[in-house]
C-alpha cells in the first residue's frame, strides 16, 4: 500500500464548477501535505501547503485535512481551462500519490 | 526558477549497459532526491540525500545507486539498464530547513529510453 492514496481520475469539470480532488494518507504520523499541479509535459510545482486540521484557502484553492480520517483535499473554485492538469497529493516525506488529472470543458 | 539542472535531457541505452543521470543545484539546498515518474504511477521516490555523503533508499530503490560527493551535485546511476527503468526521471532540491520550509523545486526531467 503506497503512504498516499489518490483517484487517478480522470475527473472532468464544466467550466465555473468546483473541482474536488482526494487523497488518504496511511501513516497517522504525517505533520504536513502539499499539492503540486503537473501541466502534461512538465514537471510539477506547488500549489499548496497545509500543516494543520482544517481549511487553508488561497485565492481560488482551498486545502483541506482531517488528521482523524486520514484525509487531504483540494477543492478549486471557479474552474478554469487553464486548471486543467494533473495533480499530486504529498505528504512530508516526500512521497506522492498517483496523481488525479483534471480536465475542466468550457 | 530554482537553480537546478538536469542531464541530459534525453537518453536512449541499450539494455545492460550502466546509465548515470546528473542533477546539479545552485541553491545550496541540503536535500535532493530522485523520482521516477511513470503512468499510473505518479511520482515514485528511488533515493534522497540529506547532505553530502548522506543517502538513503526510497519506494523504489532497487537496480539503483546515488552518490553525492558535492552539495550541488546528485548523481543516480543504473548499474545495468533494464526496459522496465525505461521511464521520466526528475531530480528535485528542498531547503527543508524548518517544518514549513519542505516546499520541492523540480528539474525539467530526463526522458529515459531502454531498449
Known amino acids: 500500500q503506497k503512504e498516499v492514496e489518490q483517484n487517478s481520475g480522470p475527473l472532468s469539470v464544466p467550466e465555473g464548477a468546483i473541482a474536488s480532488l482526494n487523497c488518504t494518507y496511511s501513516?497517522?504520523?504525517?505533520?504536513?501535505f502539499f499539492w503540486y499541479r503537473q501541466y502534461s509535459g512538465k514537471s510539477p510545482e506547488l500549489i499548496m501547503s497545509i500543516y494543520s486540521n482544517g481549511d487553508k484557502e488561497d485565492g481560488r484553492f482551498t486545502a483541506q485535512l482531517n488528521k482523524a480520517s486520514q484525509y487531504v483535499s483540494l477543492l478549486i473554485r471557479d474552474s478554469q481551462p487553464s486548471d486543467s492538469a494533473t495533480y499530486l497529493c504529498v505528504n512530508n516525506d516526500m512521497r506522492f500519490g498517483a496523481g488525479t488529472r483534471l480536465t475542466v470543458k468550457p | 526558477d530554482a537553480g537546478i539542472t538536469q542531464s541530459p535531457r534525453h537518453k536512449v541505452t541499450e539494455t545492460g549497459t550502466p546509465v548515470t543521470l546528473r542533477c546539479h543545484q545552485t541553491e545550496n539546498h541540503r536535500y535532493m532526491y530522485w523520482y521516477r515518474q511513470d503512468p499510473g504511477h505518479g511520482l515514485r521516490l528511488i533515493h534522497y540525500s540529506y547532505g553530502v555523503k548522506d543517502t538513503d533508499k526510497g519506494e523504489v530503490s532497487d537496480g539503483y545507486s546515488v552518490s553525492r560527493s558535492k552539495t550541488e551535485d546528485f548523481l543516480l546511476t543504473l548499474e545495468s539498464a533494464t526496459s522496465s527503468q525505461t521511464s521520466v526521471y526528475f531530480c528535485?532540491?528542498?531547503?527543508?530547513?524548518?517544518?514549513?520550509?519542505?516546499?520541492?523545486?523540480f528539474g525539467s526531467g530526463t526522458q529515459l529510453s531502454v531498449l
Open positions: 528535485a532540491i528542498s531547503a527543508r530547513q524548518t517544518a514549513t520550509n519542505e516546499k520541492l523545486f
Open positions: 501513516d497517522r504520523g504525517s505533520q504536513s
